[in-house]
């Protein structure tokens, strides 16, 4: 199966701001799992705690929400060259910065990494462009949290949703902050994408990377985002 994974970029990195070297070696041999029971991977990195750092400290200089994106974009592919360093051969040993590169690299039989693109959008907006673009049959979301609650999952009784649609993720998200560094789970471009190309989509915990070697087997986590199959 061809899939998309985005791995949220905190996932990179522990409390203190460090690079988890043992959650990135821990990645890496769930991807060579992944790799060796016939998939084929494209994996999006996003920025974590470094991203919003630079990102905070250019707003604070003056920069603008343009430059904000552009530090945030380049973080991303830092972090996507961690992995890529840690998968060695089996990955495609450029992190890839544009669509069109995408479509050429994804015939090479490699891992592909891919950080951020353009401003405007979060690095959930490149996994759905990615997945719209090289038909991915799967977009798998690792992020810090178990799936799309209801409201808030700070807020007391916030319930956890095994299904939503995209009309009711966009509501849950209306309140989300579209500023460099402020997106949470999706933002407004991955949503339209996934939504007009109806990308079977998976929004999950991934502190624990073997999730996608179950979710590839048809074990439910997280949440699904479904499709109306005439709308
Ligand atoms: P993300 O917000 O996607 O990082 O990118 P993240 O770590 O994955 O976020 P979580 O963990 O899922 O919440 C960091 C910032 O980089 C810029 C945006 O400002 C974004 O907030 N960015 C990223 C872009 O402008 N364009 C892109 O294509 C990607």
Redesign the pocket.
Same mark, same amino acid.
């Given at each position: 199966m061809r899939v998309v994974l985005?791995? @949220? $970029?905190?996932?990179l990195y522990n409390g203190k701001g460090e690079i988890n070297l043992v959650r990135i070696r821990k990645y890496s041999k769930v991807v060579t799992d992944v790799v060796g029971n016939g998939h084929e991977l494209v994996i999006v990195?996003?920025?974590?705690?470094p991203?919003?750092l630079f990102?905070s400290a250019a707003r604070d200089l003056g920069a603008t929400?343009t430059q904000?994106?552009?530090?945030?974009?380049k973080?991303?592919r830092n972090?996507a060259e961690l992995l890529c360093a840690a998968l060695g051969n089996l990955a495609y040993p450029k992190v890839v910065e544009s669509l069109d590169e995408l479509e050429t690299t994804i015939a090479q039989e490699k891992v592909v990494l891919m @950080? $951020?693109?353009?401003?405007?959008?979060?690095?959930?907006?490149?996994a759905a462009l990615a997945a719209e673009s090289v038909r991915a049959e799967m977009l798998l979301n690792a992020?810090?949290v178990d799936g799309v609650y209801d409201r808030n999952p700070k807020e007391a009784g916030a319930v956890k949703l095994d299904e939503v649609n995209v009309d009711q993720l966009d509501n849950i998200l209306s309140g989300s902050g579209t500023?460099?560094?402020?997106?949470?789970?999706f933002?407004p471009v991955a949503i339209r994408v996934v939504g007009r190309s109806k990308i079977p989509t998976v929004i999950f915990n991934g502190n624990d990377l073997t999730a996608v070697i179950r979710l590839l087997k048809g074990e439910k986590v997280g949440t699904r985002i479904v499709h109306h199959p005439n709308k």
């Open positions: 985005k791995l @949220g $970029g905190s996932l990195v996003g920025g974590g705690k991203a919003r990102i929400e904000c994106d552009w530090l945030g974009i973080v991303a972090n @950080g $951020g693109l353009n401003p405007g959008q979060s690095t959930n907006a490149v992020t810090n500023r460099a560094g402020e997106y949470k789970l933002d």
